[in-house]
């Protein structure tokens, strides 16, 4: 086995239907505790744009920052998220009673040596779902998970081009596009055909219950 194979040795499912949700913007808070980090480190996020290169300015002289720097400031900002992210609205009670209903797994776009730090982070929180950690496209990672049961299968994410991912693996799955921060979700561009747009937690939870409780 290749030494960077993904092992989800540690995800047992039932036969219960299967939730696979993204972390950052969705279950927790991202966006707005990265602006309080930058803020406190001389930089600011400045919303015009979906994305975080440009985005990102010094406090100084207001110049851009390039990616370089961005990732190293995402890297230090990971290192101490426990410091600054907490759960998005809602999402809590709403995943909770969603697991009496179905299988929920964490997939986070996240180097694998942040999981620990996460999982800590989740746990504190009352979020003891099992947690996957990967920079790998979703699609294939959910494929893997669902393992063509015939059963539903939901995927929540706030960015695009994973949906599209999971999409191509997993066609029979629900795309639900989640974000919590309100003033980038209006700069989002328009969703790909088959992604549906959950205004929030509440509403989430409607788009899944109805898919999982659909008649074949």
């Given at each position: 086995?290749?030494?960077?194979?993904?092992?989800?040795?540690h995800?047992?499912?039932g036969?219960?239907?299967?939730i696979?949700c993204?972390?950052?913007?969705?279950?927790?808070?991202?966006?707005t505790p990265?602006?309080?980090?930058?803020?406190?480190?001389?930089?600011?996020?400045i919303?015009?744009?979906?994305?975080?290169?440009?985005?990102?300015i010094s406090?100084?002289?207001?110049a851009?920052?390039?990616?370089a720097?961005?990732?190293?400031l995402?890297e230090?900002?990971f290192?101490?998220?426990h410091?600054?992210?907490t759960p998005?609205?809602?999402?809590?009670?709403?995943?909770?009673?969603?697991a009496?209903?179905a299988?929920i797994?964490?997939?986070t776009?996240?180097a694998?040596?942040?999981q620990?730090?996460r999982r800590a982070?989740?746990?504190?929180?009352?979020?003891?779902?099992?947690?996957?950690?990967t920079?790998d496209a979703?699609?294939?990672?959910?494929?893997r998970?669902?393992?063509?049961?015939?059963l539903p299968?939901?995927f929540?994410d706030d960015?695009?081009?994973?949906?599209?991912?999971?999409?191509?693996?997993v066609?029979d799955?629900?795309?639900v596009?989640?974000?919590?921060?309100?003033e980038?979700?209006?700069?989002?561009?328009?969703?790909?055909?088959g992604?549906?747009?959950?205004t929030?937690w509440?509403?989430a939870?409607?788009?899944?219950r109805?898919?999982?409780?659909a008649?074949?």
């Amino acid at each position: 086995m290749p030494d960077n194979a993904l092992l989800l040795d540690h995800i047992s499912l039932g036969t219960r239907p299967l939730i696979v949700c993204d972390i950052d913007e969705v279950v927790l808070e991202f966006i707005t505790p990265l602006q309080a980090f930058l803020r406190a480190n001389g930089y600011d996020f400045i919303a015009r744009a979906y994305k975080l290169k440009g985005n990102i300015i010094s406090v100084t002289d207001g110049a851009e920052i390039e990616q370089a720097q961005i990732s190293e400031l995402l890297e230090a900002f990971f290192l101490s998220q426990h410091d600054w992210q907490t759960p998005a609205e809602h999402a809590v009670e709403t995943l909770h009673a969603l697991a009496a209903e179905a299988d929920i797994v964490f997939l986070t776009a996240m180097a694998p040596r942040h999981q620990a730090i996460r999982r800590a982070l989740l746990d504190s929180f009352d979020l003891p779902f099992p947690l996957i950690a990967t920079e790998d496209a979703k699609g294939p990672v959910v494929d893997r998970l669902h393992n063509s049961r015939a059963l539903p299968v939901a995927f929540l994410d706030d960015i695009e081009r994973n949906h599209l991912s999971v999409q191509t693996h997993v066609p029979d799955c629900l795309l639900v596009s989640l974000m919590a921060n309100q003033e980038l979700r209006a700069l989002a561009p328009a969703l790909s055909d088959g992604i549906q747009m959950a205004t929030g937690w509440t509403h989430a939870a409607e788009l899944l219950r109805a898919h999982m409780t659909a008649k074949p």
